[in-house]
């Protein structure tokens, strides 16, 4: 029997080789939201993983949207040339498709980055005004958010959709907006951070308003034949807060809107949160949202063995797989995977000599 995990999948006009898709992860390594020379080195890496889809880091619609000082941006004509830079070096040797996550940090922008202690970023660190739908600190010691205006709501909606053109003229194949984690979209979302009164809060459609505002300008935006997507988070483990029956109806008004997939996560909303964290302990989500909204899902949350992939794959939960720090500590997983599964991954010709047709010391390390 073939393998599920290797078997193409189509949306839209592109169709991926393999169900392996590599997670959006954040590098703190730009430059006023410029990428450098650390993100060419680090996406020709991943584009050498095997997998059938590499998607770029939360990448931020406003300069203040930035989680860090050193997150990558789409809001300036540099960003974008940094970008064609980047994606000039990657595409000259890899054919694996490449996309992009669309985000704004909301009130847990202006954070030091993780290996400088996170949290927000003292006087001394150049912090800036955070913003959310309600004032309200993501947790105890962080910055206090002004809340933002319906004017504001506007003008960040056409942010979205200005990133999303700078998007489709670099050539990107996909596109996905960051609705997770706890950053804005996820934070107007959630009534444990939105407190509004007004048509941007209080009752669920109120409260998805703006997202699906974003969701309408960014499709409109970005080319009718390439896939559109969101990474949500699909329970906010709470509850008084986010619910998988609310993601549900919110799977449900995106692919309404052309959104071609979701990407099953959760939590984030606030600091501190019990969460059953253990493997695969979100596919049931991606199985949910898959069965109830008819959409699309990806899976994603401690999928680390192929075996594991392919079982999820293979009992019907999802349809994609998507890896993060798995592929950070084996950068060949995708390789790895199609030699354990029987499957069949790309392989640059340069590195042929490592496969185990023609290597015989692959044996061993497989032992």
């Known amino acids: 029997m073939s393998s599920q995990l290797f078997t193409p999948i189509a949306l839209r006009g592109l169709t991926l080789p393999n169900r392996i898709v590599i997670s959006p992860m954040c590098q703190y390594s730009a430059d006023d939201g410029s990428p450098t020379d650390w993100h060419i080195q680090h996406l ?38 940094a970008f064609a830079r980047v994606l000039a070096a990657y595409r000259g040797w890899t054919k694996t498709p490449i996309g992009i996550q669309l985000g704004h940090a909301g009130r847990k922008a202006s954070s030091a980055r993780p290996w400088e202690g996170g949290g927000s970023l003292k006087p001394e660190q150049d912090p800036w005004q955070t913003v959310a739908p309600s004032a ?15 004017g504001d709501i506007d003008r960040l909606v056409e942010a979205y959709a200005d990133a999303t ?11 996905e907006l960051h609705c997770a984690h706890g950053y804005l979209l996820q934070e107007f979302l959630s009534p444990i951070a939105n407190k509004r009164e007004d048509r941007y809060g209080g009752s669920l459609e109120n409260r998805m308003r703006f997202p699906l505002r974003v969701a309408e300008a960014v499709r409109k935006a970005w080319p009718a ?13 709470r509850d008084d807060g986010w619910t998988i029956e609310d993601s ?8 309404d809107r052309g959104c071609d997939f979701i990407c099953a996560s959760s939590g984030g909303i606030v600091g501190r949160l019990s969460v059953p964290v253990g493997p695969g302990y979100q596919v049931k989500l991606a199985a949910r949202l898959k069965r109830d909204a008819g959409v699309a899902v990806r899976a994603v949350g401690m999928i680390v063995r192929p075996q594991q992939a392919e079982a999820v794959l ?14 950070l500590d084996d950068p060949r997983w995708g390789w790895h995977a199609a030699d354990a599964l029987g499957g069949e991954a790309p392989c640059p010709p340069q590195y042929a000599r490592s496969r185990p047709n023609l290597w015989p010391g692959a044996a061993l390390r497989h032992n």
């Open 136 to 150: 309200i600190p993501f947790d105890q010691s962080w910055h206090m958010p002004r809340a933002l205006t319906e």
């Open 44 to 81: 020709g890496m991943l584009g050498h993983s095997g997998a059938g889809l590499v998607v770029i880091e939360k990448t931020n619609v406003e300069r203040s949207g930035r989680i860090t000082h050193g997150c990558t941006g789409l809001y300036s004509d540099a960003n974008e040339a």
């Open 165 to 175: 053109r700078r998007a489709a003229r670099l050539g990107l194949d996909e596109v």
């Open 314 to 327: 293979a009992e019907g939960e999802a349809d994609m797989i998507a890896l993060a720090r798995a592929v």
């Open 225 to 237: 034949d390439k896939p559109m997507g969101a990474r949500i988070s699909a329970t906010d483990w």
């Open 248 to 255: 549900v109806v919110f799977g449900r008004e995106l692919k």
